[in-house]
Nanobody
Framework: QVQLVESGGGLVQAGGSLRLSCASS????????MGWYRQAPGKQRELVAR???????NYADSVKGRFTISKDNAKNTVYLQMNSLKPEDTAVYYC?????????WGQGTQVTVSS
């Protein structure tokens, strides 16, 4: 069973930066895609950014130009660099990994952006 462990969340002022990390207990090369989702109170979980096995990336329109997803295959870790944070980025951020047969989720990490 694969485990994903997120870290790096916290409280930051608007305009600040945070870097989230997602460490996998297994090789991330086994996953077709890895991504970051977020869920704000009272809202549905939404995709923030995704990276494929080959390194292709895509982003939600709301974070384009501010967030960057990357991965380190040797460390089995995916990152989300978040710059120019806004109060509307406040949410619990979840790491996700996909195989053709299963989705895996981390436990989530809280990101709070104060105005």
């Amino acid at each position: 069973q694969v485990q994903l462990v997120e870290s790096g969340g916290g409280l930051v002022q608007a305009g600040g930066s945070l870097r989230l990390s997602c460490a996998s207990s297994g090789s991330i090369f086994n996953f077709n895609n890895m991504g970051w989702y977020r869920q704000a109170p009272g809202k549905q979980r939404e995709l923030v950014a995704r990276i494929t096995r080959s390194g292709r990336t895509n982003y939600a329109d709301s974070v384009k130009g501010r967030f960057t997803i990357s991965k380190d295959n040797a460390k089995n870790t995916v990152y989300l660099q978040m710059n120019s944070l806004k109060p509307e980025d406040t949410a619990v951020y979840y790491c996700n990994a996909e195989t053709p047969y299963q989705y895996y989720w981390g436990q989530g990490t809280q990101v709070t952006v104060s105005s």
